[in-house]
């Protein structure tokens, strides 16, 4: 039933570690998101891709590489974790993007604490 | 980079209130939106906007378009204690290099019974 779906619902992991958090979508969408909100709250986006192609990269670091082996899953693996890297991470997922905005349905999220 | 300024940042409100929040931008969105996030949960789309001056509701939610399309408010009548949660605005463009939700920063709604 669950239309976008994240593992692990919880990470937590020390500093220098290499993670992988997955996200799988069931509504047949073509572009897929992730997100970050901070510990205040704020949500800002990070990648998006569009049919497995990358569409959106809003200048996150190279240790952060999104991988979409198929248009229903978009994976994020990140490498030598840091302390800031801690927040809450959300896939999301959308019809095409077009030329007026589709929406986006978000997944549960996954918290990401780095010691 | 476009910035949503938010306001107020959280309200502490009794039930039965009605509650009013507002979003101002620097810039104009071609769409505005409201979304709410539940602890725990992703954030959920309640209203889209999508002509400048267009008013919706959802229920006991109206939210509006401004007219300068710089701005845009959201209005919860009779608040209830499921209404409590972290309300977002979000605009968005298409064109260029665009094709994304900028977030406001949420207001986090209390509502006591």
């Known amino acids: 039933d669950t239309a976008v779906s994240q593992t692990p619902k919880y990470l937590v992991t020390q500093m220098g570690n290499d993670k992988s958090i997955k996200c799988e979508q069931n509504l047949g969408h073509d572009t897929m998101y992730w997100y970050k909100q901070d510990s205040k709250k704020f949500l800002k986006i990070m990648f998006s891709?569009?049919?497995?192609?990358?569409?959106i990269n809003e200048t996150v670091p190279n240790r952060f590489s999104p991988k979409s082996p198929d248009k229903a899953h978009l994976n994020l693996h990140i490498n030598s974790l840091e302390l800031g890297d801690s927040a809450v991470y959300f896939c999301a997922s959308s019809q095409e993007l077009l030329l007026s905005y589709n929406e986006q349905f978000f997944g549960p999220g996954t918290r990401l604490t780095v010691l | 980079g476009q910035q949503l300024n938010q306001s107020p940042q959280s309200m502490f409100i009794q039930e039965g209130e009605d509650v009013s929040m507002n979003c101002t931008s620097s810039s104009i969105f071609n769409t505005w939106l409201w979304y709410k996030q539940d602890p725990g949960e992703g954030p959920v789309l309640l209203i889209a906007l999508y002509k400048a001056g267009e008013l919706t509701s959802n229920g006991r939610l109206t939210a509006q378009f401004g007219i300068t399309r710089k701005d845009s408010f959201l209005n919860i009548s009779a608040s209830i204690p499921s209404d409590v949660g972290i309300y977002f605005c979000?605009?968005?463009?298409?064109?260029?290099?665009?094709?994304?939700?900028?977030f406001g920063k949420g207001t986090l709604l209390t509502v006591n019974p």
């Open positions: 979000a605009g968005f463009n298409s064109g260029g290099s665009n094709y994304k939700l900028t």
């Open positions: 891709y569009n049919n497995k192609e990358l569409i």
